[in-house]
């Protein structure tokens, strides 16, 4: 059992808490708590942080839904640094991802070879395997339960953020974008049952070399 007062938090009485999923071992997203926050959290089993911008407490999922139910917390080894694991409702990311950590740094050397492999419809059959066969916790799974006016809604947001990032004149903006604009609507494509080689047919029918 956690001690509240061994544990070390900064000079602005907070500690960094890292949240993972329960069930897949994850890492969701970083937080910060103090000791009120985290009283909350232990007494409500729900994360409740504290926000540097707004200098106030604030629950997760208190106007998404998107709670995290915890089942567990632990204290590093300097007891400066929690692991919070929790069962994720939703999505754990304001911008509408499974994870807040997406954005890769590096790029392995088996890029190029899924690219010649098909990426592309890889991804597509993944998604599919994903509507045949749900998994627990899944963002592309939420969009499918949320049903077609919810992806219609990513849709149109993934694409305001693409006008964004080119208006920005930002390339690495533009690509991340149109990657999650390129995702949202694979996924409309399968809510329709539209498959790649529908679309293929049609600009081929346009564009006959």
């Known amino acids: 059992m956690i001690n509240i007062e061994n544990i070390k938090f900064n000079d602005k009485?907070?500690?960094?808490?890292?949240?993972?999923?329960?069930?897949?071992?994850?890492?969701?997203?970083?937080?910060?708590?103090n000791k009120e926050s985290l009283n909350k959290t232990i007494e409500t089993k729900r994360t409740w942080f504290f926000s540097r911008s707004r200098q106030k407490l604030w629950n997760k999922g208190e106007t998404s839904s998107n709670y995290q139910e915890v089942k567990g917390i632990k204290l590093d080894c300097d007891?400066?640094?929690?692991?919070?694991?929790?069962?994720?409702?939703?999505?754990?990311?304001h911008r509408g991802s499974y994870s807040c950590f997406y954005k890769d740094l590096a790029k392995t050397d088996s890029f190029d070879k899924e690219v010649?492999?098909?990426?592309?419809?890889?991804?597509y059959k993944l998604l599919i395997d994903r509507k045949i066969n749900p998994k627990e916790e899944s963002y592309t799974n939420y969009l499918f339960e949320k049903g077609i006016?919810?992806?219609?809604?990513?849709?149109?947001?993934?694409?305001?953020?693409?006008?964004?990032?080119?208006?920005?004149?930002?390339?690495?903006?533009t690509v991340y974008e149109i990657s999650d604009l390129v995702y949202h609507v694979m996924v409309l494509m399968?809510?329709?049952g539209i498959t790649i080689e529908d679309i293929e047919r049609e600009l081929y029918s346009r564009y006959k070399v």
């Open 79 to 93: 007891s400066d640094t929690l692991l919070i694991k929790v069962l994720q409702a939703g999505v754990a990311c």
């Open 13 to 33: 009485g907070l500690i960094p808490a890292i949240i993972q999923d329960y069930k897949t071992k994850e890492v969701l997203m970083l937080g910060y708590m």
């Open 190 to 192: 399968i809510e329709m």
């Open 149 to 173: 006016d919810k992806i219609l809604k990513k849709v149109g947001e993934e694409t305001s953020e693409v006008i964004i990032g080119a208006k920005n004149s930002s390339k690495s903006e």
């Open 116 to 123: 010649e492999s098909g990426l592309i419809k890889k991804l």
